[in-house]
């Protein structure tokens, strides 16, 4: 299809069509792929205390402090998470092991990543009723990219047989949100019609299950959304009008990853690429306290902008992290408790499935909604990192 330079004529670098601005933006397509496998509360706890039993007979031998172990108790208490899916079980549960066995492939293979995004990226285009050809720009937004490059979205759209461009982009447990801000203004500039923008977070890859504070915490899931520019006149019932989104940020450490390319320069030998230590970290307790009040200010003061409150919300779409979290959030917006019809969790047979949550709730919970009722979609996570979009349903 690609011609090399020097044969394309000046028609070539032509716009394909005149730049128009558009006022109203669509979702118009939601998919979700949630791997079959899943691991309960239990047998976590199981293997993270046969592990933690092995390490404390060598430490007591030592004269080490042992280790304390996990509880499935702990678990459901401290976040509402019950059990979790994950993309491989194998080698999660092995005490030897503590991570899933997920083979290399070759470079001419399709990446596990990419391979996982198009399951999520093909039901929304069916969702959409839309074919590759009408996608003129794939997002791929991720809390963990599978590599730098070639970049993982340019993959999924020579998969799919979409045209246009593709690029990568992240934004910790908001990249979905941040994913969904870049593509409703990139189409409300003109300079694309219709975006697909993907979500493939294959967390446990990257999850550190002999950390205490974080084993249990998440989970994998895939989500795809489609974003277009609406026709004047043309009807759109059952979809969503993102009526604006919005970001926010703030640097903090609490949560953070340093796996990357400069990780292993640290070692005494650089080929050695063993990464202990370089693995997702949280500390937990502190970015429940800052996220919630940051989230509750962030969700009020985008609503208000709207002439919005709280209660003028049918729906809250949260970040899936913590049960209590969302509870608390919803408490001191509302100045009561709120339900599950207000604000569903998807968590509790989930997980943390990091961006994937929260648009997880949505795709769940939304065909009862009515024509012009609004909802809020909201998540939140590393940065810190906040994204939320004003949605009404047509
Ligand atoms: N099993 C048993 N006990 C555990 C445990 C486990 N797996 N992990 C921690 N504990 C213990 C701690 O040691 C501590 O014990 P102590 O009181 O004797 O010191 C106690 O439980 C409380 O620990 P804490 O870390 O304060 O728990 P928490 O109530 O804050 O819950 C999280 C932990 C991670 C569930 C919670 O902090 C959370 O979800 N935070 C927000 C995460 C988030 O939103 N991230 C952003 C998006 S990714």
Redesign the pocket.
């Known amino acids: 299809m690609l011609r090399r330079i020097g044969e394309r004529g000046a028609e070539d670098f032509a716009p394909a069509r005149s730049r128009e601005l558009s006022d109203r933006i669509c979702l118009a397509g939601l998919g979700v792929e949630i791997p079959e496998a899943s691991i309960s509360n239990e047998e976590l706890v199981d293997a993270f205390n046969r592990w933690v039993g092995a390490e404390n007979m060598g430490r007591a031998e030592r004269g080490e402090e042992p280790l304390?172990g996990?509880?499935a108790d702990?678990?459901v208490h401290?976040?509402g998470i019950r059990r979790r899916h994950v993309y491989e079980r194998e080698g999660i549960l092995d005490p030897a092991r503590m991570a899933p066995v997920i083979p290399a492939r070759g470079d001419g293979e399709l990446s596990v990543m990419a391979e996982f995004g198009l399951k999520a990226a093909r039901k929304a285009l069916a969702h959409a009723k839309a074919s590759p050809r009408d996608i003129d720009l794939v997002i791929c937004s991720a809390a963990h990219h599978q590599r730098p490059y070639p970049a993982i979205a340019i993959e999924i759209q020579q998969a799919l047989g979409a045209e246009g461009a593709a690029f990568d982009m992240g934004l910790?447990?908001s990249s979905a949100l941040a994913g969904l801000h870049m593509a409703a203004n990139l189409v409300r500039a003109g300079a694309h019609r219709r975006i697909l923008v993907v979500t493939p977070e294959l967390i446990t890859a990257h999850l550190n299950f002999r950390d205490?504070?974080t084993?249990?915490?998440f989970g994998d899931a895939a989500v795809a959304f489609v974003v277009e520019a609406m026709d004047q006149g043309s009807h759109y019932p059952g979809r969503f009008e993102v009526v604006d989104t919005r970001l926010w940020t703030q640097f903090s450490s609490n949560?953070r990853t340093n796996f990357g390319f400069m990780s292993r320069l640290a070692q005494e030998d650089p080929y050695n690429l063993a990464m202990e230590g370089q693995l997702i970290k949280?500390i937990?307790?502190k970015?429940?306290k800052e996220?919630t009040v940051a989230g509750h200010q962030f969700i009020v003061e985008f609503l208000a902008e709207y002439g919005h409150t709280p209660h003028t919300m049918r729906r809250f779409w949260l970040?899936q992290?913590?049960a209590r979290?969302n509870a608390m959030i919803l408490k001191l917006a509302f100045g009561e408790e709120v339900g599950q019809d207000r604000a569903p969790t998807v968590l509790e047979r989930l997980g943390?499935t990091?961006a994937a949550g929260a648009v997880i709730a949505l795709a769940e919970n939304h065909e009862d909604m009515e024509p012009g009722q609004f909802g809020l979609l909201c998540a939140?996570?590393?940065g810190y990192s906040i994204g939320g979009a004003l949605l009404r349903m047509m």
């Open positions: 304390p996990s509880s702990f678990i401290a976040s910790g447990c205490r504070q084993h249990f915490i949560i949280q937990g307790n970015v429940f996220v970040h992290a913590n979290m943390n990091a939140f996570g590393a």
